[in-house]
């Protein structure tokens, strides 16, 4: 029951995060007029929130309450893949190819992983 509760707390957390991050980044491309869409700023943040999101579902049905660290280590592994295949995709599709959008997508992937970290590591000290 207290397990479930903190689960609960922790997807609370991440999606208020999340839009945060959301918020923060249209602000700070309208502050320093970075020339990026709007449009693309959101998809980077849908595809990443449904990309954690999913890995964590599948984390928690394939692991269960068991410690595998291989396993984990291989979904991750494969977030990466996902991640890669998806600028490639976009960076293929786009005739200008905008540094800036790589750029966005990094520095939300890398603060969105770390605050995943870190909600993870508060949860088990509990």
């Given at each position: 029951?207290?397990?479930?509760?903190?689960?609960?707390?922790?997807?609370k957390s991440?999606?208020?995060?999340?839009?945060?991050?959301?918020?923060?980044?249209?602000?700070?491309?309208?502050?320093?007029?970075?020339?990026?869409?709007?449009?693309?700023?959101?998809?980077?943040?849908?595809?990443?929130?449904?990309?954690?999101?999913?890995?964590?579902?599948?984390?928690?049905?394939?692991?269960?309450?068991?410690?595998?660290?291989?396993?984990?280590?291989?979904?991750?592994?494969?977030?990466?893949?996902?991640?890669?295949?998806?600028?490639?995709?976009?960076?293929?599709?786009?005739?200008?190819?905008?540094?800036?959008?790589?750029?966005?997508?990094?520095?939300?992937?890398?603060?969105?992983?770390?605050?995943?970290?870190?909600?993870?590591?508060?949860?088990t000290k509990?």
């Amino acid at each position: 029951m207290f397990l479930i509760k903190q689960q609960k707390k922790m997807q609370k957390s991440k999606f208020s995060i999340a839009i945060t991050l959301v918020l923060i980044n249209l602000f700070s491309l309208w502050l320093f007029e970075i020339k990026a869409k709007t449009q693309e700023v959101l998809i980077i943040h849908a595809f990443l929130f449904a990309l954690f999101f999913l890995t964590e579902l599948v984390q928690k049905t394939c692991i269960g309450y068991k410690n595998q660290p291989h396993l984990i280590l291989s979904i991750n592994f494969f977030r990466i893949i996902v991640c890669v295949g998806f600028l490639f995709f976009h960076y293929i599709s786009d005739k200008n190819h905008k540094n800036i959008y790589i750029y966005n997508f990094i520095v939300v992937y890398f603060f969105l992983l770390f605050s995943d970290i870190f909600l993870k590591l508060k949860t088990t000290k509990k």
